[in-house]
């Protein structure tokens, strides 16, 4: 087939004329990066007519740049994206000249790159500065226009740099920076100190500039590209106004806003500094704890091991690891929870924690393509259980529940006052193995009955003395995602509860006395009697009455674990029905102590609080609480943005 220009883009002539359209023909675009947006802005600039690159990138495409980048596909993969790239350019029009530089862009090669180049764009990954302020300085020098922009969100930031404007490093005043993340944050703030898009980013775990992470989407980058070879045509062909630095831009289409800012001396403006210091203490907030996310295991079983991981425990005490025995054989290690219950309770809801990791397991075997096989029962070895498992690979797919394993989380925050559709509850309830029944209570009275026996249980957990270490060790104090324990901002706590929790925790006489006398009245209502009531349902999981028997070792730990696997098959269910789950597992555990004598030793007081604790569970459900596997409250979220929560350790 031969190719004839003049037709491949007529559709161009008429916003731009004939003569135009060869004018950009003779033009030459040097383009850094290949990846999420300098790929597009080949693409489209190849469509636009352009003809004459300079395209460098020293990386290769992976499975992580599907999202977002033009040229990653099945076909590209481990593929050198300049290669990939100046495929699909020469797919649109043979005729293209293009100068890859397989590299990258260094100090040996750049002034070959910028070589009679009439325009710049930048499409280099936001964290790689060193050589992102080599290009600019040396378009600078040979007075060579340059566009930068960013893919925020769902927005396009950018700026402009010419000859006759503000240059790249006054404007982002790196000289003033202390370190390379510094250096950073100057480019991103600089880029767009509107910051449309802050105000939807949904899970803030995922941004930690220390260790250069971010989340990107097609969308952002798709648009860069728009405004930048929008702004590339107008330099071009010499036509239309050109809002150069210390002018900065952010388009932001889910917002459907457009910012155009102007600030002369740029971020050495008195009141760009003042921001950009409030800037790098959110961006060091975010920033303070590991990034959680690793997930480039290339061994499918390290990989179902990392998504099993994830499973729930109390406190995020993480009590389940493991080592790899053989290639596809697996020691499970379950240590004993450091609850202080009974022995008796203390196997159980060790027992369901290992239940829960298994389910877990197995969902994300499923997710991955095998299955999991089990050998005997879990075997007691001094404080922990044993259990041995296989991976064996399916024949088929299943179906599963892999993809809700890592979002599932406990929401703690009030929920929407919207109750559950029956088809929701038909799909909880269908979830279910065996002899389950699920108690919805979803009355205004149920709910503030359920709240009472939640609030008394609560106090009770925050005044006697043995919970004082487990929850100064559990609760993590001013964190959002917390690797081990829970962050204390994922509770419901007011600026004023939270500040007072940060003073006496730590304390454990000043903690005992300022509970003692009131201070836990205002967190008990904050976060079990308002997200109580602020809730769409709460459930009781429980065995049907045929079950309750007594049953010999073997059979408890049979029944431990298959209760702790519905436990989170329940959970898993509920979080891809698009419900948030709030566990209020602490009833349970103080309504099985009849005598409390593992709680508070010979302490009356405390007894009578455990017999009432017990009698209420009792009044409240209609049933034993020896029947009883699992209690939460269940609801669709207010807001679906993670503000805080319990990630996992890198440690198995």
Not at 287 to 304: F, G, H, M, N
Not at 449 to 460: E, F, G, I, W, Y
Request: glycine share 6%.
């Amino acid at each position: 087939m031969t190719f004839f220009h003049h037709e491949a883009f007529s559709r161009n002539i008429g916003w731009v004329s004939e003569y135009e359209q060869q004018v950009l023909r003779q033009k030459t675009v040097a383009i850094a990066g290949m990846g999420g947006v300098g790929g597009v802005h080949l693409l489209t600039c190849v469509r636009l007519g352009i003809e004459k690159f300079r395209i460098a990138d020293f990386d290769i495409f992976e499975t992580g740049n599907f999202n977002r980048q033009a040229g990653a596909t099945l076909s590209t993969l481990n593929k050198e994206k300049v290669e990939s790239l100046k495929k699909m350019a020469l797919d649109i029009n043979p005729n293209c000249s293009l100068k890859v530089f397989p590299k990258g862009v260094n100090e040996d090669n750049i002034v070959d790159f910028l070589k009679d180049v009439d325009l710049y764009i930048d499409g280099i990954d936001l964290f790689a500065m060193k050589a992102r302020r080599l290009i600019f300085g040396q378009c600078h020098k040979q007075e060579i226009p340059a566009i930068s922009a960013g893919p925020l969100g769902m927005s396009a930031a950018y700026m402009i740099f010419t000859p006759d404007s503000m240059a790249f490093e006054d404007y982002f005043d790196f000289k003033s920076c202390l370190s390379e993340n510094d250096i950073v944050i100057h480019f991103a703030f600089g880029l767009s100190p509107a910051g449309l898009h802050r105000s939807y980013l949904m899970d803030e775990s995922r941004v930690n500039f220390t260790q250069g992470k971010g989340p990107s989407t097609i969308m952002g980058c798709q648009l860069c590209s728009g405004v930048a070879v929008s702004e590339a045509l107008k330099i071009l062909l010499k036509r239309g106004k050109v809002y150069a630095a210390p002018y900065s831009h952010q388009f932001d289409a889910y917002r459907n806003k457009y910012k155009r800012s102007y600030c002369p001396f740029g971020n050495r403006n008195i009141l760009r500094k003042a921001k950009l210091k409030l800037a790098k203490q959110f961006i060091a907030d975010l920033s303070r704890e590991p990034y959680p996310y690793k997930d480039d295991y290339t061994d499918p079983v390290d990989r179902i091991l990392h998504y099993a991981k994830w499973a729930p425990s109390g406190h995020n005490e993480q009590n389940c690891s493991w080592e790899r025995l053989k290639e596809n054989s697996i020691k499970i290690i379950t240590s004993e929870t450091s609850s202080p219950a009974n022995k008796h309770e203390k196997q159980r809801v060790t027992l369901n924690m290992l239940g829960i990791f298994l389910e877990t397991l197995e969902q994300s075997a499923h997710f991955f393509g095998y299955k999991v096989l089990t050998e005997g029962e879990p075997k007691k070895e001094k404080n922990s259980y044993i259990l041995n498992v296989t991976l064996q690979k399916l024949s088929k797919p299943v179906d599963n529940l892999g993809d809700f394993i890592k979002a599932r989380f406990t929401d703690r925050r009030p929920f929407k006052l919207i109750k559950l559709t029956t088809e929701q509850k038909k799909s909880l309830e269908a979830c279910l193995e065996g002899n389950y029944k699920v108690f919805w209570r979803e009355t205004f009275i149920e709910k503030a009955q359920t709240a009472r026996l939640n609030a008394k249980s609560m106090k009770l957990e925050i005044q006697h003395p043995q919970y004082y270490e487990e929850l100064k060790s559990a609760i993590k104090l001013n964190s959002r995602f917390s690797s081990q324990g829970i962050p204390d901002k994922s509770f419901n706590f007011s600026f004023l509860t939270r500040y007072i929790l940060g003073k006496i925790l730590p304390n454990k006489v000043l903690y005992t006395r300022m509970t003692k006398f009131g201070a836990s009245v205002i967190s008990i209502a904050e976060t079990s009697i308002i997200p109580d009531m602020c809730s769409g349902v709460h459930i009781l999981l429980t065995r049907k009455e045929e079950d309750i028997k007594d049953v010999s070792a073997s059979e408890f730990k049979v029944q431990a674990l298959q209760d702790g696997r519905m436990i989170q098959r329940f959970w898993l269910t509920s979080a891809s029905l698009g419900l948030a789950l709030q566990p209020t597992f602490i009833q349970l555990v103080f309504s099985r102590e009849p005598n409390g004598e593992s709680y508070i030793g010979n302490t009356s007081k405390f007894k009578n609080v455990l017999n009432s604790i017990r009698n209420l569970f009792i009044k409240t459900n209609n049933l034993q609480p020896e029947r009883a596997v699992f209690a939460a409250r269940l609801g669709v979220p207010k807001d679906r943005r993670v503000y805080s929560r319990s990630t996992r350790s890198d440690s198995k």
